[in-house]
């Protein structure tokens, strides 16, 4: 039989297999994946795991991952940049990063940064920009804009002339548009990878 209080051991070797092949396995493979040898060790796990709110069966009988099986568990503890605290592994809450990097998920977009024109706002090419698409923007704001054509990320400046866009990297210079400037989006969020 399964053992309950290895769930959360087999929930990551499903979350892992899941990341490689964008699917959840099927009854047979997830025995073969977490080494269990009878079928009602496997159904045993799937339904505690139904219950937990982490898989749910299809209408055509496959396994789905649900929202909360995308969750990450969020340290009890901040995290100092500077001097270093006492250590604990105390985790407290789980947290999905698409709700919380994107609190409008079906206006939001994902922009691969290129370039390093934001670089001093801690903006580097090749991270993810998390953009919810809206076509009005603030002031310090860091959009995607339309400017004369082209899209550019940037942060969003006015003054007595009208708007125009802040690069972050002292090598560049303001852009003000020539022709139009219409917002796209705003940042919301950041993802990098670190290799």
Known sequence: MANPNRDAEYLGKLQDYYADYRNIPSYSAIGELLGMASKSAVS???KRLTLAGFIEVTPDKRLAPTKRFF???LADFNLPAGLPAAANDAMSEAISLDEFLMPRPASSILVKIKG???MEAGIFDGDIAVVEKRHAALVGDIVVAIVDNEYTLKELGKDKTGYFLIPHNSDYSI??????LEIFGVMVGLVRKYR
């Open 44 to 46: 045993a796990l799937v």
């Open 71 to 73: 969750e990450r568990e």
């Open 116 to 118: 390093d024109s934001m």
């Open 175 to 180: 852009i003000r548009p020539e022709a139009s």
